[in-house]
Structures are given as structure tokens and as C-alpha cells.
């Protein structure tokens, strides 16, 4: 049985760091994994992504402030620095992700999502 388990997350004023974390279990290889997030009546984006092979992916809106690592077969955390006002949202782990840019519907597996809010 697979299960993601987030953790970190949490309120912070803008310019300021969170950290989240992502181990993933019941898969027999490793896989690829990544983040999304979702605001409030908008559409769960692809954040960054940690791909086999290839390493680190990011969307625009977060290169340079936001950073992805894998520390062992199938846990991976997103170290988020400079963060806005408008990176406030659920943040998903997601495993299973296929290739980038990564897109919600290709995703096999979900975590629980942890809130990260921003404040100005």
C-alpha cells in the first residue's frame, strides 16, 4: 500500500523560510517525485519536481527562491526561501509524477497536502 506522509509547512511573514518534507512508502523502486500547491479557486500547479536521472525541475514563479533535494530512496523535501505573499497554498507531495513539466492529472499518488501561508 502506498502512502506519502508530509511534513513542515506552517506560517510565515514574506521574505521568510519553511521547510517540507515527503517520504513516500510502498513502492519497490524508487520513483519520481515531486510538489504542487493549490490556492484558493485556482488550479493545483506543478511546483518542483525531483526527477530519476535527471534531478531538479522547477516552474518560473519559484527558480532561485525555492529548492528540491532527495535524501533517500523515495523521501524528498522543498526548502522554500524568499517566500511571497502568493506562494500561499495547500502544498501536495506526489509520487509517480512522470516527466516535466509535471501536471497534476499524470500523478499516481497524492500526500495529505500541509498549508503554507504567507503573510505581507
Known amino acids: 500500500q502506498v502512502q506519502l506522509v508530509e511534513s513542515g509547512g506552517g506560517s510565515v511573514q514574506a521574505g521568510g523560510s519553511l521547510t517540507l518534507s515527503c517520504a513516500a512508502s510502498?513502492?519497490?523502486?524508487?520513483?519520481?517525485m515531486g510538489w504542487f500547491r493549490q490556492a484558493p479557486g485556482k488550479e493545483r500547479e506543478g511546483v518542483a519536481a525531483?526527477?530519476?536521472?535527471?534531478?531538479p525541475k522547477y516552474a518560473v514563479s519559484v527558480q532561485g527562491r525555492f529548492t528540491i533535494s532527495r535524501h533517500a530512496k523515495n523521501t524528498i523535501s522543498l526548502r522554500m526561501d524568499s517566500l511571497k505573499p502568493e506562494d500561499t497554498a495547500m502544498y501536495y507531495c506526489?509520487?509517480?509524477?512522470?516527466?516535466?513539466?509535471?501536471?497534476?492529472?499524470?500523478?499516481?499518488?497524492w500526500g495529505q497536502g500541509t498549508q503554507v501561508t504567507v503573510s505581507s
Open positions: 510502498g513502492f519497490f523502486d524508487s520513483t519520481n
Open positions: 525531483y526527477l530519476l536521472g535527471t534531478g
Open positions: 506526489a509520487a509517480d509524477i512522470g516527466g516535466w513539466p509535471i501536471l497534476a492529472g499524470n500523478v499516481g499518488y
